[in-house]
């Protein structure tokens, strides 16, 4: 636990080291995304009823019981310092009761809104779900490149971190939010993401000990593995101007182990090394983690899972809690999302966070008793 401890407070210290002045954590109304931002491509008819194969209650009427909430959070200065925030859960006749909480993370180039069918999925069965966007995605995008450019500016200057560590840091500040709500749990919150949201989540919980049961999907990898056994590819193209950027500035031919090594320690301090997936995935321990990912995902290759799965199994083997860390490599499966992965995360945020549902007289099949 120790040495768990001292690996946070390092990473803590690499988000400190990029922050602009604190501000205080303050909450703002917004209005719903009607016209969300495509950095790429819009959301596949495919990856639509994935999202909406998530279980969900049988409740007739979801649409008129849902609570639809739009924030901003402020969480530093500057003009990524707003974090957009959406929640949706059932609406109470009584007073509110804590509920347990999911936060879930999008992909690159998506946004909150496209994660709506699984927001929608979990408010039904009696959880607050939360969605936001990340760093230069959603209402935090400009143009179809903002998240390429932030990349490459990070690269250039180094002031920033857009690849997984600045979002983290909203997610700490959104844990401080969720802390403070009168309808969540405080120590029933959980997190996800799919693909970079996955990277959100894993890292998130390894800081944040708050995030109580973790479940990231296609996200967990082993960035040091893949350059010592020349698998970095597949990774490097899912955002290749800024390793491009950085072979021209190295004045490299092609992009190489060097280009790759070099890139990670700029604009994510420490990726490829003290807080690579060997180390942070222990740390989560002994909190209930499920990593879900393709057995043939050339972004995730398994075999960088190898170390990372044997520290996890040790770390949870010595708190005594074996049951709560499960890994599934998916067969056939390579990066993308599938309706065993959304089966599989729910069932786990079932099985640890415990919404209650019972029968009902009122207009729907089903209430939540929380």
């Not at 016209?35 to 491509?41: E, K």
């Not at 993308?336 to 786990?348: G, N």
Request: proline share 7%; net charge neutral; hydrophobic share 40%.
């Amino acid at each position: 636990m120790e040495a768990h401890n001292k690996l946070r407070s390092e990473f803590l210290r690499v988000l400190h080291s990029r922050r602009t002045a604190p501000v205080p954590l303050t909450v703002e109304l917004a209005k719903p995304v009607t016209d969300p931002l495509h950095q790429n491509s819009p959301p596949s008819k495919e990856e639509i009823e994935i999202m909406a194969s998530c279980p969900k209650a049988d409740i007739p009427n979801l649409q008129d019981l849902l609570k639809e909430e739009n924030l901003y959070l402020n969480v530093e200065e500057g003009d990524q310092g707003k974090l957009p925030v959406l929640i949706l859960s059932l609406k109470e006749k009584t007073k509110a009761e804590r509920r347990p909480a999911v936060v879930f993370l999008h992909s690159t180039n998506k946004y909150k809104e496209y994660l709506r069918p699984l927001l929608e999925a979990y408010a039904s069965r009696g959880y607050v779900a939360i969605a936001v966007d990340s760093r230069y995605h959603g209402e935090r995008a400009t143009t179809a490149t903002t998240y390429r450019d932030a990349l490459v500016s990070a690269w250039k200057t180094g002031k920033t971190m857009p690849f997984i560590f600045d979002t983290v840091w909203d997610l700490i500040k959104l844990a401080d939010y969720l802390s403070q709500r009168e309808d969540v749990d405080p120590s029933r919150i959980g997190i996800s993401g799919i693909s970079l949201g996955g990277m959100h989540s894993w890292f998130a919980a390894f800081v944040d000990p708050r995030y109580a049961v973790v479940a990231p999907i296609i996200g967990v990898q082993g960035f040091r593995w893949a350059i010592d056994n020349d698998m970095w590819q597949a990774r490097v193209n899912s955002i290749k101007p800024v390793f491009e950027a950085a072979r021209v500035d190295l004045g490299k031919s092609e992009i190489d182990k060097e280009v790759v090594e070099k890139v990670w320690d700029r604009i994510a301090p420490g990726l490829a090394s003290q807080f690579d997936s060997p180390y942070s995935v222990p740390s989560i321990a002994p909190r209930p983690l499920i990593i879900i990912n393709g057995a043939e995902d050339p972004r995730c290759p398994i075999g960088g899972l190898v170390t990372p799965e044997s520290n996890a199994r040790q770390a949870y083997g010595e708190f005594n809690s074996s049951d709560n860390f499960k890994i599934i490599l998916e067969p056939g499966v390579g990066h993308q999302l599938t309706k065993l992965q959304i089966k599989e995360s729910s069932d786990w945020f079932d099985r640890f966070l415990k919404p209650k549902l019972m029968a009902s007289t009122s207009n729907c099949k089903l209430c939540v008793m929380l």
